[in-house]
Structure formats: C-alpha cells, structure tokens
C-alpha cells in the first residue's frame, strides 16, 4: 500500500493521489493531465505540419498578382479575372486556415463563368492552377448520367484529378476542376414527361454533394469498367470547381428580364441605356435559374462571371500578345527547324478579318493560321530555303472558300 502511494508521474512529478488517474508503462508513469496536455501539443503539431506543408507547394499570390499572372496568357476579360482572382485567392487562404473551433468557418467559393464558345473560359481556370502549382482536370458535362445508366458517373469527375495528381489524395483534395458545357445539363423543360432526365437534372442533383463538400467514393480507373478495383475515399471539402458554358439563348432571358423597350420618361438616359451587344454582363443567377440550373445548384456556385465577345482588336491581340500566343508557338516550329518565320501585319489583319466573318472565335485562329501554314510546315523542314515571309496574298491563296466552309462547320 505504502508503495503504490508513492507512486508518481515521471513527466510532472505529481503523487498519485495528486491524480484522478495514472497509467504505468515499463518503468515510468504519466498522469491524466500530463496525457491531456500531450494530446494538445499533437494535434496543433498536425494541424501546424499540414498548413506548413500546404504553404511550402502551394504559389499562393495576392489578387492583384493572379491578375497579372492571367494579364500574360489572356487578353482581355478583366472583370472576370479580377472576380476568379480574389475567388481563388479566398479559397486557399480558407485551406491554410489553422482550424479552431472558436473560428469563423470560412465556406467555399465556387465559380461559374457564362460565355461564348472560344472565349477563354478553359485557359482561364488552366493558367490559375498553372501558377498555383495545384493538380488541375477539365471534365465534359454532357457525357455525365444519372448512376446506373450509360454514361460516366459524377465520381469520374474526381477519377480524373487524381490522375492528374499522380494518385496523391492529398494534392487532389486541394485540386480545381473545371466542368465544361454545363449549360448542357440544364434542366429540359417544366412540362412532365414520361422519360427520366439522366443526363439533366439528375446530374445536377448528383452533383450538389460534390459541390458542396463531402466525402465520395471514388473508383481510380473509372467505376463501370474495373468493378473489382478498391475505391478512394476522397473529401470535396477543398476542392475548387469552376463550371463553364456558353448557355446559348440566356441574352434573350437577359434581354426579356431586362425589358429592352424604353420606357418611363427617365429611360431615353444615357446612363440607362443598354449594351446590347453584350448582354451577358447584365446576367444574375436567377437567369441562370430561368435557363435550367436548380436553385441548390446555383448556391453551390455563389461566384457569378461572365465572358465578354471577342471583337476585331482582342482576336488581333491573341495572335500577338500573350506570352504563348499562336504566332509565337509557329516562331518556335519554324525555329526548331533553323526557319526564320515573319508574318506581315496585313496578313494578320486579313486572319483575324476572316475569323470575325464567319465567327471562328479565338479556336478560329489557331485553325486559319494552320490552314495557311501546312504546305510550309509540310515542305520547309526538307528544304534548302531557310525564310518564310507571309503576306496578305500567300494567305489569300491558301485560303481557298472550301477551307473556309469546313472550318465555319467545325467551329
């Protein structure tokens, strides 16, 4: 008896009737409270280790940084990139924040960009984890189904980021994922039908926990294919999303909304008066309801943006501008091959003269510039002639009006 009373922690020195409990080991004891306090120092060691580690790979910039960063690879399109810069930068501050359960919790902001095909909407969310140094995978709405009919599951969308984080469940839950065509699953109409809508609204509903943040089973390879494979658990809570579509007909929402016919005596003002050019900078999410987005959905996507049309002297500055602008990348071609590439400035003219006619967009340009480049491309490499100069007329003759009807049919 006298012995176990003189019993006493080897970390805090407390006698054991000091304690409400003391546990042996083999030849030292700890008390109740020392365990407390070590259990405390662990979990901030952890908490500390996977901001520390998260801020050691992550870039994270200043909003007006990301802005620049952007300035280099798309031209133009400044409202949304100061939006996607200050959405990006809230989004991982939220993640370096030390968890406390005293703390404000902060909620993630997903974003969705409304624009025409060709207008950066891809390149955007691309160049942002570019700089970011965060796994990034781009995803097709239109292939998505309900589960248990053909096509993909909404869980292939996070199949493919951990491929493109090498299969590290860490990196991919700090991941973006870009949704493309998501206007593509609005919902088909109000008026009750005897078919399910699968590829609709129900993959907007499956979507809704992915979004919000949840912990999903995720089939490595792809479910449907390997049924035997184990699944992943991977939580959604850290992953940004950033939907695309060019939601084409929502200007005729916008427009009804917005009532284009002047009246009042106050609506012939110039302040009032309304760009009808471009519409979709007036858009709200309740238009994006009136297309066919569920409300939970478009609450899951609190940031709203949106991409200007390209006119005449943004498609002249994509040629040019950008650090990997299009004839940049034919300079690096033609120079690899020891070809000095110079392109006069009326021909630039005339490309982006062609891509505005038949509404080509920025895609546009990259297939006229290789429409008008091939034969060059085909036969300089085995070549003595070591310059290649076009004018105005070598890209007239090379773009014959077939080749220009087969490019306006595939864009």
């Not at 620049?68 to 990139?81: A, N, P, S």
């Not at 007909?249 to 008066?273: C, P, T, Y």
Request: charged residues 30%; hydrophobic residues 40%.
């Amino acid at each position: 008896m006298a012995k176990e009373e003189n019993l006493e922690c080897s970390f805090c020195g407390r006698k054991k009737s000091e304690t409400d409990l003391l546990i042996a080991g083999m030849d030292a004891h700890i008390c109740d409270k020392c365990i407390e306090q070590a259990h405390g120092i662990v979990e901030e060691e952890i908490a500390e280790s996977k901001t520390g580690n998260l801020s050691k790979e992550l870039i994270l910039k200043k909003p007006l940084e990301i802005k620049t960063f952007l300035d280099q690879y798309v031209i133009g399109q400044d409202e949304t990139k100061k939006a996607m810069s200050v959405a990006v930068y809230n989004h991982y501050k939220r993640l370096m924040q030390v968890s406390d359960e005293n703390e404000v919790e902060i909620e993630k902001s997903n974003i969705v960009l409304v624009g025409e095909t060709g207008t950066g909407k891809t390149l955007i969310a691309r160049s942002i984890a570019k700089m970011l140094n965060v796994p990034f995978s781009i995803v097709d709405a239109t292939v998505l189904t309900q589960a248990g009919y053909v096509g993909e599951d909404v869980e292939s969308i996070l199949s493919r980021l951990l491929q493109a984080a090498d299969y590290d469940l860490v990196k991919a839950q700090r991941g973006i994922v870009f949704i493309d065509e998501i206007d593509k699953i609005a919902r088909k109409g109000d008026n009750p039908s005897i078919t399910r809508d699968v590829s609709g609204e129900g993959v907007q509903q499956a979507l809704l926990k992915l979004l919000e943040g949840s912990v999903v089973n995720v089939a490595p390879k792809g479910g449907r294919k390997h049924p035997e494979q184990k699944f992943i658990e991977v939580n959604t809570k850290d992953i940004l999303f950033i939907a695309g579509g060019a939601f084409s007909g929502i200007d005729k929402m916008i427009s009804k909304r917005l009532n284009m016919q002047a009246v009042g005596f106050g609506a012939s003002l110039e302040e009032d008066k309304i760009d009808e050019e471009n519409l979709l900078q007036y858009i709200i999410p309740s238009d994006l309801k009136s297309f066919g987005l569920i409300p939970e959905i478009i609450g899951r996507l609190p940031v709203l943006s949106y991409m200007n049309p390209l006119d005449s002297e943004t498609l002249r500055s994509i040629l040019t501008e950008p650090k990997n602008s299009i004839i940049k990348q034919y300079e690096k071609l033609f120079s690899m091959d020891d070809v000095t590439f110079t392109i006069e400035e009326e021909a630039l003219n005339y490309i982006v003269g062609k891509a505005v006619e038949y509404k080509l967009g920025a895609r546009g340009l990259r297939s006229l510039c290789e429409a008008i480049l091939t034969d060059a491309m085909f036969e300089l490499p085995s070549s003595e002639e070591k310059t290649l100069a076009v004018t105005k007329d070598y890209a007239e003759s090379k773009l014959t009006k077939t080749t220009l009807k087969k490019l306006r049919a595939a864009s």
